[in-house]
């Protein structure tokens, strides 16, 4: 059957390794990563875990002994150098490892601030991976005062985790609202209310000239003039795909490792999963930074590598958690150009996209039915009315069956 190498041991690499022992295949497994830890969970970090609600054990994904169990080689600590596809060949360790297969699931890297401006600086974090969010842990003691860069969610999930703490939180937004990027007006008004509610100070249209302090990050100085005292600092301005090892090996890039519909790169027996990989998306090519597209795709490609010749279609939904709000979001809002308001109750509200008369995606507050009905709505292709949906006196749910 062969030798199946696995560079990346996150959520993707974890789901393609099992999805290929409990599909049968019977070759050698080697499932490569960097950290230390067996594969975990990375959305508790910036919320449970950091709330030390969580333990560190609850965050695997599965128990470090699922690894050997299953005759799956788990190397920990460890770096690829190099992939040399013509060979079909890994330098890992100062030597070659041969490959029959080869999957990339490198995932992403946090963008970081410039050294020139105070990014390098003790005390400047980024929310990434386990030793991230160890780092900062300590931090986060009541009446610390932390700036926050970045009015995503990473950055919004660090403030609410923060604040339930007593922190003095500012978070400051370049852009004229928060998630600006990837929700409309309405649900950055619905979360501005919630942090301000919960004593955030959020600062939008403000972007970060520059950190000062020594060695450790002091002070902040804000493009309208203003300055901060601050103890410490959180960026939150976006991940990038980790294409590094694939681009040194000639194989394409396109917004992140370029794969066809079955999850193969442009290099023979070469697959890629998950937040490193780009695929073909309704005639366009996009590239998903979520849990169940790296699931979803990482087992896919698992499938195809036992010969299975499935298509990737996308599914996409997302979560956050941010104080008592629970917020699911549906497919993909891009291009809409009408948001229909649904309020259930006081505790919940629902905004819903449409491009025409095209429902494209569901942002969720509190309300896991909405999401529900509308996730299999847009998964299905139908697109209720806007009046229907506007209509508080509607059934949902029967909408799935007109």
Not at 149 to 171: D, F, H, M, N, R
Not at 251 to 265: A, F, K, L, Q, Y
């Amino acid at each position: 059957m062969g030798h199946v190498v696995v560079i990346g041991a996150g959520q993707a690499g974890s789901s393609c390794v099992a999805k290929l022992r409990n599909s049968g295949f019977e070759g050698k497994i080697t499932l490569i990563g960097a950290e230390t830890v067996p594969p975990y969970q990375r959305p508790p970090l910036s919320k449970a875990y950091l709330l030390g609600d969580m333990a560190l054990e609850r965050l695997y994904l599965r128990p470090e002994r699922f690894y050997a169990d299953h005759g799956i080689d788990l190397m920990l600590g460890t770096t690829v150098d190099s992939i040399d596809p013509a060979a079909q060949t890994v330098r890992v360790n100062g030597g070659d490892m041969a490959y029959d297969d080869l999957v990339l699931t490198t995932g992403s890297f946090p963008r970081r601030l410039p050294a020139h401006i105070g990014g390098d600086l003790e005390g400047v974090h980024v929310v990434r991976d386990l030793m991230d969010v160890d780092t900062m842990g300590p931090r986060f003691t009541k009446g610390a005062r932390v700036l926050i860069v970045g009015g995503g969610y990473i950055g919004l999930e660090a403030a609410s985790v923060a604040a339930k703490l007593g922190l003095q939180v500012t978070l400051v937004e370049m852009g004229d609202r928060i998630l600006q990027r990837v929700a409309a007006p309405q649900t950055s008004d619905f979360f501005r209310a919630l942090h301000e509610a919960h004593g955030v100070t959020i600062r939008e249209g403000v972007g970060l000239e520059r950190l000062t302090g020594d060695t450790h990050v002091t002070g902040a100085e804000l493009s309208d003039g203003t300055t901060l005292d601050v103890d410490f600092v959180i960026v939150g301005v976006g991940i990038g795909a980790a294409t590094a090892l694939a681009d040194a090996a000639g194989i394409v890039n396109d917004n992140g490792i370029m794969t066809d519909s079955h999850g193969r790169t442009s290099a023979p027996h070469v697959w890629a999963a998950g937040d490193c990989a780009s695929f073909p998306y309704r005639g366009g090519r996009i590239r998903l930074e979520s849990v169940p597209n790296a699931i979803d795709q990482a087992e896919l490609v698992a499938e195809n590598i036992m010969g299975a010749d499935k298509e990737y279609v996308a599914k996409p939904w997302f979560w956050s958690d941010q104080y008592d709000v629970k917020l699911q979001i549906a497919g993909l809002n891009m291009g809409y150009d009408r948001v229909i308001t649904r309020r259930s109750d006081a505790d919940s509200v629902a905004f819903w996209y449409y491009r025409g008369d095209e429902l494209l995606a569901v942002d969720a507050m509190n309300d896991p039915r909405g999401f529900m009905i509308g996730r299999r709505l847009i998964e299905a292709g139908k697109s209720p009315a806007p009046a229907l949906i506007e209509d508080p006196n509607t059934d949902l749910k029967a909408l799935l069956k007109s």
